[in-house]
C-alpha cells in the first residue's frame, strides 16, 4: 500500500481519553439516595404483606372463637390494631412513594445540566479538531496523487516526448485520419474519481452512529493477518 492514515495520535488519545464524567457523577449520587429511598419502600411493603397476613390470621382465629365473647373481644381488638398499623404503614409507603418522586424530578434537572456539560466538554474536544483534521487528510490525499502524476510525467525524458508527438502529428500522417487520442493520454490517470471513494451523507451518519458501512479493503484485513503472524 502506497501511503495510509497516521493513527497513532488518535489512538492514544481515544485510549486515555474519558468522557460523560457529569452524568456519571449525577448517576452515583442519585443511586446512592435512590437506593435509601427504596430500601425503606421495600422494608415497608414487606411490612405491609407481613401484616395483611397476621390480619388474615386473626380473623380466622377470631371466627373460631366467636362464641367466647372474651376471646372474640381480643382478636376483635387485635384485628383493630392490625387493621390501624396497615393504614400508618400505607400512609408512610405513599410518602416514600412521594420522595422519591420528588428525587426523579430533581435528577431529571441535574441530569439535564449534566448532559449539556458532557456534551459541550465533547463538542470542543473534536470541534473543530475533527473537521480541520479531515481537511488536512483531503489535502494530503491530494497532494499524494499530484506527487504521482508528477512522478510518472517526469519518467518520460522530453526528447522521447518530443519525438513520439513529431511522428504521431506529422503532417502527412495526419492526412491518414489516425486516431491520435492515445498519444495524448500517456500518463493513465488513477482511478480515484469514482463515486466509490467519496463519503456521503449517509456514510457519516453510519460512522456517527458506530459503524462503518462501506466494504473493509482486503489490504487492510491482510496487514492485520501479517501482524499476527509475525506475532506467533
Known amino acids: 500500500m502506497l501511503f495510509s492514515i497516521n493513527r497513532e495520535e488518535l489512538d492514544k488519545f481515544l485510549s486515555e481519553a474519558e468522557f460523560f464524567q457529569e452524568i456519571t457523577k449525577t448517576g452515583q449520587s442519585y443511586r ?4 435509601k429511598i427504596n430500601g425503606r419502600l421495600e422494608t415497608l411493603q414487606e411490612r405491609r404483606e407481613q401484616l395483611s397476613e397476621n390480619l388474615a390470621k386473626t380473623l380466622v382465629e377470631k371466627e373460631m372463637f366467636k ?3 372474651d376471646e372474640l373481644l381480643y382478636y376483635t381488638g387485635m384485628a383493630n390494631d392490625i387493621r390501624k398499623q396497615a393504614e400508618t404503614i400505607e400512609f408512610a409507603i405513599a410518602e416514600t412513594e412521594k420522595d422519591l418522586e420528588a428525587l426523579n424530578e430533581e435528577y431529571f434537572h441535574r441530569y439535564k445540566q449534566a448532559v449539556s456539560k458532557d456534551r459541550g466538554e465533547i463538542g470542543r474536544t473534536f470541534n473543530p479538531a475533527v473537521p480541520q483534521a ?10 499524494c496523487l499530484v506527487d504521482i502524476h508528477k512522478y510518472v510525467a517526469s519518467q518520460l525524458p522530453k526528447e522521447e516526448y518530443e519525438t513520439l508527438n513529431s511522428v ?21 490517470a488513477v482511478s480515484f474519481a469514482n463515486e466509490d471513494y467519496v463519503i456521503s451523507k449517509r456514510n457519516y451518519s453510519a460512522a456517527k452512529s458506530g459503524y462503518v458501512d462501506v466494504p473493509k479493503p482486503a489490504v487492510i484485513s491482510d496487514k492485520k493477518k501479517e501482524v499476527q503472524t509475525d506475532a506467533k
Open 134 to 143: 479531515l481537511e488536512v487528510v483531503r489535502y494530503q490525499l491530494l497532494e
Open 67 to 69: 362464641d367466647n365473647v
Open 32 to 35: 446512592q439516595e435512590a437506593n
Open 168 to 188: 504521431v502529428f506529422d503532417e502527412k500522417i495526419q492526412e491518414k485520419r489516425y486516431g491520435t487520442l492515445w498519444a495524448n493520454n500517456l500518463i493513465p
